[in-house]
Each structure stands twice: as structure tokens, then as C-alpha cells.
């Protein structure tokens, strides 16, 4: 099996590989956000108590998962490539950080814009919404650090260690509601069995789930593959490669 992956080990193979893949994920974002949209903001009904402003849920509830599942593969890639001393790894870091941090920011925002109507206020310092800020720093400390070291190696491992350490605010921001008593709503989909929510407005949510995951792999491919280029741009195949797009 290891002989088998061996050659996709190779960044100039990871590259073309990347190439092929991207467009499949990026018609499967286009096609579950066009109809997680259309569905969720024209023909969901509206919600017995708050109207149509639950609607921004369709981007809000999305944004935030993704913003800690995009954290969590990051460290993943951070021990992977602690341990087993593999670039790319790190590499994956520095291209998945600005999408979680936007996809934070997003939540944020959207989430701010919600509780207006629902709440009073634009914000408070409950732990949901506070650990979701933090969040948001640990992003852009991931990126800080990168940029900080003049040798990119260093960086590179500064800010895989930053997202090993920071992982820990993950499990406060999806278990904050359980654990301490806050405005912030508790889980709607994640319950399985019967989650808290009508079918009608469910089912475009959940295609926004998944449309923002391709979304994810879209953005982070093309922005993975721009990462190679940067590393190895005195390499023989990156040489080759900008000589035939001439």
C-alpha cells in the first residue's frame, strides 16, 4: 500500500493531481450552495417565532462548523507533519488558515447580525460566541507566526505547533452551551435522532453543510497547489511548468 502512495508523495504528482480534482469540487459547491440558497431563502417557511431572519442560518450555522473542522485538520496536518517530518503537511496548514479564519469572521458576523433581532444586541460575552473569538485569533496567530520567521521551515512549524495547542478551544466552542448557561442556542441538526428542527428548513441546511465543505476542498486545493509552486519554485518541474504556460 505505502509503495503505491509513495509517487503521490512527490509535490510536482500532488500538483497535477490537485488540478484534476479541483474542478469536481467546485461543481459540487456551486450546485449544493445554488440550491441551498434558492431553497433555504425562498422556499423554506418561515419560522414560527423568528420570522425570516432565521434564514441567515443557511450561512451562519455552516461557516461555523466548517471554521472548527477546518481548525481540526489543521492540527492534524501540524502533528503529522511534526512527527513524521513532512512538508506537506505543513504546507496544508498555511493554505487551510485564511479559509478558516474567513469562514470565522463569516460566522461572526452573521451570527451578530442574528442575534440583533433575537437578542437586543449585536453581542455578548457568552462562552459560544467568546470561544468562537477566540478561535478567530488562534487563525490569524496560525498566520503570524508563519509570516513572522524568515525561514519558512520555522514558521511552518511554529504555526503547526500553534494549531496542535489551540485545538483544545474546539471542544469548549461546541460543548460551551452544554457546559455553561448561555444565549446562544444549543444544537439543532447534530441531533440525530430528532433534531429540533422542520424538515422544510432542514434539508437546504444540510446541503449548505456539505455545499461549504466542497466549498473548503475547492478553495484549499487551489490554494495548496499555489503553496508548492512557492516552495519548490527553483525545482526543475516548476521551471517546466511556467516554460509551457508560456
Given at each position: 500500500m505505502w509503495?503505491?502512495?509513495h509517487p503521490y508523495a512527490k509535490p510536482e504528482t500532488q500538483y497535477h493531481l490537485c488540478g484534476k480534482i479541483i474542478p469536481f469540487f467546485a461543481v459540487l459547491a456551486v450546485i449544493l450552495l445554488a440550491a441551498a440558497m434558492v431553497w433555504g431563502l425562498a422556499f423554506a417557511p418561515a419560522d414560527y417565532q423568528q420570522g425570516n431572519s432565521f434564514r441567515i442560518m443557511y450561512v451562519h450555522v455552516p461557516t461555523a462548523i466548517w471554521s472548527m473542522?477546518?481548525?481540526?485538520?489543521?492540527?492534524?496536518?501540524?502533528i503529522i507533519g511534526l512527527v513524521w517530518q513532512i512538508k506537506q503537511a505543513h504546507l496544508t496548514i498555511i493554505a487551510s488558515a485564511p479559509i478558516g479564519m474567513v469562514f470565522t469572521f463569516l460566522s461572526l458576523i452573521t451570527g451578530a447580525i442574528w442575534g440583533k433581532p433575537m437578542w437586543g444586541t449585536w453581542w455578548v460575552w457568552d462562552a459560544r460566541l467568546t470561544s468562537s473569538l477566540i478561535l478567530f485569533f488562534l487563525y490569524l496567530g496560525v498566520m503570524a507566526l508563519y509570516s513572522a520567521f524568515q525561514d519558512r521551515n520555522t514558521g511552518m512549524k511554529a504555526a503547526a505547533i500553534l494549531s496542535i495547542v489551540g485545538v483544545v478551544n474546539i471542544p469548549i466552542i461546541h460543548f460551551s452551551v452544554e457546559w455553561w448557561n448561555t444565549l446562544h442556542q444549543g444544537a439543532s441538526v447534530t441531533k440525530f435522532e430528532k433534531p429540533s428542527i422542520a424538515t422544510p428548513m432542514l434539508i437546504p441546511?444540510?446541503?449548505?453543510?456539505?455545499?461549504?465543505?466542497?466549498?473548503?476542498?475547492?478553495?484549499?486545493?487551489?490554494r495548496y497547489r499555489n503553496a508548492l509552486l512557492r516552495e519548490d519554485i527553483k525545482r526543475p518541474w516548476v521551471k517546466a511548468l511556467a516554460t509551457n504556460t508560456k
Open positions: 509503495k503505491w502512495l473542522g477546518i481548525y481540526v485538520s489543521m492540527a492534524v496536518a501540524g441546511l444540510i446541503l449548505s453543510i456539505f455545499g461549504f465543505m466542497m466549498l473548503t476542498f475547492w478553495l484549499t486545493l487551489v
